[in-house]
């Protein structure tokens, strides 16, 4: 259990950090003996005839590399009760998480337990004592847009739900919570209220209670911020009503909540009328968070990968408070903490916690189409400049797993790397020769939306597709924008994004009409949120879900949510 706040000391946090990744081979190798000795006997590793052996080159030699797919039929072995055997991991699985399932259409199972606890504290630990060296905090709140799915049962009686679910279900976790980002504005009841509207609302309302304790304000990725502040925009007279009378909107049915919420609801005639005189006089509601919160330290959460299209909406928010990324990791586990905070999302680097997992990486430079791939090298043999994909060992049954992220080297913090994340591998256009990542969209949507600001408008979210169903296949992309743009800038749009995929493949297939035409399909307000309403019926976590960039077939209710939604459609002229 975690020591409280006024015991909690960031520089010894960071002492044992530095000690940890001054020799981080040997730690490597201490921790895959680790590993393998506590696992050793299950099914899975015997297998592969280890026979007891814990170094590793007989794990690599005798363990081959595997996907999710690979470990399904185990992983619904644990879940539907394990037939009483170690499957996968020598102590019992008793929780299973589910991912957002927004890359592969439905969510997956994945393994949960204590020591992906440990690993997760660890991690949050190293990050927040390095936050908090730069970016020092008092004894104030945070304001947290965060959200429990209900946990369910499986069919062999184990507790399954999102991973932030599981882990807000841990004590452990909630004291380390509690201890890095203050107490939480809102009462357990939002937190684990069923209806996500509700639970907002009142998150929203418990920030402006306490508006001059919120020192942070997070969720654990940047759309979730900027989703809360939208509706901000939308109902803040009715919150300033709720502070004025000390009565909450009858908009929140749940028993429960309101029941919490009448704790803390006094009238307070002063404060609405601060908040309505604030939010009356903001233009565009730009610096709208340092405004409602002025001793506010800084905005927290996930801001890389598929959330970095979104940074420029939450800077308009922020103003000029510092966004700081959160930490790198996956359902499966984690990799490496936020330990140089002052770098900008689009710049933040994560250092790999050695003691955590075992890691080894496949140099993408090497790698030739046709060929075998080449050979994964460890964690201290990897070269700055250089991208990898992740391979991950744990504690929590996955062995020599094929992460599917891309990150490059960007150097060194003792003898550990500082990795950035750059795309999922597994997210690629392709229909002739053309090879383009999730990275390749963000920049080409980027340089697309940047002519809507001439209009004053933006790309509220996209996603995208390959379409074979024409001759030759196209890239489809789809835009919900913030309101009514003109044709005109709409195909200079589309024609724009055609042009910065920059990718040899796709340039010259697209000049030789081996790849037709890009694309733009606009869809109506409101098409993204019922895409996540769909995936929060499917299990997925508010504050888990991310929008996915690439839809394939696999994802057929959100190509019907898409298609039902388009409004106008355009074919770039680039190569004409």
């Not at 005189?277 to 996930?302: H, Q, T």
């Not at 790698?367 to 964690?379: A, Q, R, S, Y």
């Not at 030759?472 to 003109?486: D, L, N």
Request: net charge negative.
């Amino acid at each position: 259990m975690l020591m409280k706040m006024d015991k909690f000391d960031p520089e010894e946090i960071i002492e044992e950090f530095e000690a940890l990744t001054k020799d981080s081979e040997r730690v490597q190798r201490e921790t895959l003996e680790k590993i393998l000795n506590e696992n050793g006997g299950t099914e899975y590793l015997q297998k592969w005839g280890l026979n007891g052996r814990t170094d590793a080159e007989s794990f690599k030699a005798c363990v081959p590399l595997v996907t999710h797919k690979d470990l399904e039929p185990y992983i619904q072995r644990i879940a539907n009760g394990g037939d009483g055997s170690s499957i996968l991991t020598g102590k019992p699985i008793t929780t299973i998480s589910l991912s957002s399932g927004t890359t592969q259409g439905k969510p997956k199972f994945v393994p949960f337990n204590d020591e992906l606890v440990e690993s997760t504290v660890q991690i949050y630990k190293t990050s927040f004592a390095f936050r908090s060296r730069e970016f020092p905090i008092g004894n104030g709140k945070s304001l947290q847009f965060i959200y429990s799915s209900k946990q369910f049962k499986t069919k062999g009686g184990l507790a399954a739900g999102t991973a932030t679910t599981n882990c807000f279900s841990n004590s452990q976790y909630k004291d380390m919570m509690m201890a890095i980002l203050s107490p939480c504005c809102s009462p357990d009841e939002v937190i684990y209220g069923g209806n996500f509207q509700q639970s907002l609302y009142c998150h929203l309302l418990c920030g402006l209670l306490f508006r001059d304790e919120v020192q942070i304000v997070s969720s654990t990725f940047a759309h979730s911020i900027i989703g809360s502040f939208k509706t901000f925009e939308q109902v803040w007279e009715e919150l300033c009503t709720d502070i004025r009378d000390g009565v909450l909107s009858t908009r929140v049915t749940d028993q429960s909540i309101r029941t919490a919420m009448s704790r803390l609801l006094k009238p307070n005639p002063e404060l609405a009328d601060k908040i309505y005189k604030i939010c009356s006089g903001l233009s565009n509601w730009y610096g709208l968070i340092p405004e409602l919160f002025p001793n506010a330290k800084y905005v927290y959460g996930i801001m890389t990968g598929s959330m970095e299209p979104y940074l420029k909406k939450l800077r308009h928010y922020a103003g000029e408070l510092p966004l700081l990324a959160a930490d790198y990791g996956a359902s499966e586990g984690w990799i490496g903490s936020n330990v140089n905070p002052k770098l900008p999302p689009e710049l933040v680097t994560f250092a790999v916690l050695p003691n955590i997992g075992y890691y080894e990486f496949i140099p993408l430079s090497e790698f030739v189409d046709g060929f075998m791939e080449p050979k994964p090298v460890g964690l201290t043999e990897v070269k700055v400049g250089e991208e990898y994909e992740i391979i991950v060992t744990n504690f929590a049954g996955f062995y020599r797993y094929r992460l599917g992220d891309v990150v490059k080297v960007m150097g060194f913090h003792n003898s550990t790397p500082e990795l950035q994340f750059v795309c999922r591998r597994n997210l690629l256009f392709n229909i002739n020769i053309d090879k383009n990542t999730e990275k390749d969209l963000q920049l080409a949507v980027e340089a697309g939306s940047n002519l809507l600001a001439e209009e004053k408008l933006e790309v509220v979210d996209f996603t995208s597709l390959v379409d074979l169903s024409t001759d030759p296949g196209h890239y489809v992309i789809f835009w919900e924008v913030s309101g009514e743009a003109s044709e005109e800038v709409l195909k200079e749009c589309c024609d724009c994004m055609d042009r910065s995929f920059i990718d040899a493949g796709y340039v010259s297939s697209r000049k030789v009409n081996t790849i037709g035409a890009l694309e733009l399909r606009v869809v109506r307000r409101g098409t993204f949120h019922k895409i996540l309403d769909h995936y929060v019926e499917l299990g997925a976590a508010v504050s888990q879900f991310k929008t996915p960039r690439f839809v394939g077939p696999s994802n057929g209710r959100v190509l019907q949510i898409l298609g039902n939604n388009v409004v106008k459609s355009y074919f770039s002229t680039a190569f004409n």
